[in-house]
């Protein structure tokens, strides 16, 4: 399954992804037939017109049961079902996964058989417009793809997406699905939430002008996300109720500070509040910076059993580090095998090396020889 070309794919749901996943496939990767099932006719045929998808299927499962790779671009309300019915009617080889924009939940809902061939995903791209009309082949190029394993992955099946992801241009980086769910509360669905708050205030605030009139720059900034697919996104705030709840709470704290600090006449007090906020931002765009670019391997012997890996991949993504190409080499269930995972440049070698062997991982670092 690890070195086998991908040949096949199937979307499901071939909308602005769906249909872009299909035109990068074809454009990008080589792939010879990506099948698509969408709920209507109408918009299997403008995909096959575009060419997002090369064969319209009946059903859900017509599409997955010959593709090597199963991507379920539907709303996050139905993914779970979904998924699990392309699990079902896919080969052995298959891997499916998603593009939605909340992981645990799907992940809870898998049993550990299912979460060997399931790896979920979250590309950080997208587009103002919907609909497969939408769609382009460079949606993806240099876009962050939030990978989310399961603890009981498949090696094979991570590696066969993340070469895949690559080939059309995403940049994949492991995430653990519950850690990618409270990460996306506080940077994706409060800022919706609170856009959408903002606009509502505005424009239904007391006086002889109205105040969406008088919005500059900054508040049409602040705002543009207000009002998005009232459907998507009420399900997205309902998927990830907990961490959104959460993320509120805090949010509240930072703006019951504001008020005690003006309350006050405390200037220090707001002064602070504002540098902090000015840290951040700087650490935020500082994060940019690109690493040098040599390719290093981190050469890994790990055991065979489950969560191994997915702790492996999750640990390196959380430190920041993105992996440019990975080989498993399975020896057998009482040997475990040896995993490389190639980086850009001698600093993130080394980091990484530093974070697996904090795991307790005995790992070998070095160069990759021109």
């Not at 703006?255 to 700087?282: F, P, T």
Request: contains cysteine.
């Amino acid at each position: 399954m690890n070195d086998a070309p991908v040949s096949s794919i199937a979307v499901i749901g071939v909308g602005l992804m769906g249909g872009s996943l299909g035109l990068a496939a074809r454009e990008r990767a080589g792939v010879a037939e990506v099948r698509g099932f969408s709920r209507t006719a109408a918009t299997l045929e403008q995909a096959l017109e575009l060419g997002a998808i090369s064969r319209a299927c009946a059903s859900l499962e017509e599409a997955a049961e010959g593709a090597d790779i199963v991507f379920v671009c539907t709303p996050v309300r139905l993914v779970a079902g979904h998924v699990k019915a392309a699990l079902a009617a896919a080969p052995e080889h298959a891997v499916v996964s998603d593009v939605g924009s909340t992981k645990a939940p799907l992940m809870r809902a898998l049993t550990p058989q299912e979460q060997r061939r399931c790896v979920g995903g979250h590309p950080l791209c997208g587009s103002e417009t919907a609909g497969v009309g939408n769609a382009r082949a460079s949606l993806y190029d240099g876009a962050t793809y939030f990978v989310t394993p399961g603890a009981h992955v498949d090696a094979g099946a991570y590696q066969r997406l993340y070469g895949f992801l690559g080939q059309i241009g995403a940049r994949p980086v492991a995430v653990d699905p519950e850690e990618h769910d409270r990460i996306m509360a506080v940077v994706s669905h409060l800022p919706h939430v609170i856009a959408n708050v903002l606009i509502t205030q505005a424009g239904v605030q007391p006086g002889a002008r109205d105040a969406l009139l008088s919005a500059g720059p900054s508040f049409r900034d602040l705002t543009r996300i207000a009002g998005s697919n009232r459907r998507v996104w009420t399900d997205i705030f309902l998927e990830n109720r907990a961490a959104l709840l959460a993320a509120l709470a805090t949010f509240q704290e930072g703006l019951q500070e504001i008020l005690e600090a003006l309350a006050a006449n405390d200037a220090d007090r707001l002064g602070d509040a504002i540098a902090r906020a000015a840290e951040q931002r700087e650490r935020m765009l500082a994060a940019g910076s690109l690493p040098a670019r040599e390719l290093h391997r981190l050469i890994v012997r790990v055991s065979d059993r489950p969560g191994v890996f997915q702790a492996i991949m999750v640990a390196l993504g959380d430190a920041g580090i993105n992996i440019e190409d990975l080989q498993m080499h399975h020896m057998s269930a009482e040997l475990g095998g040896t995993l490389t995972v190639y980086v850009l440049g001698e600093a993130a070698a080394e980091r990484g090396a530093h974070v697996l062997a904090g795991l307790g991982y005995d790992v070998i670092s070095a160069a990759v020889a021109e």
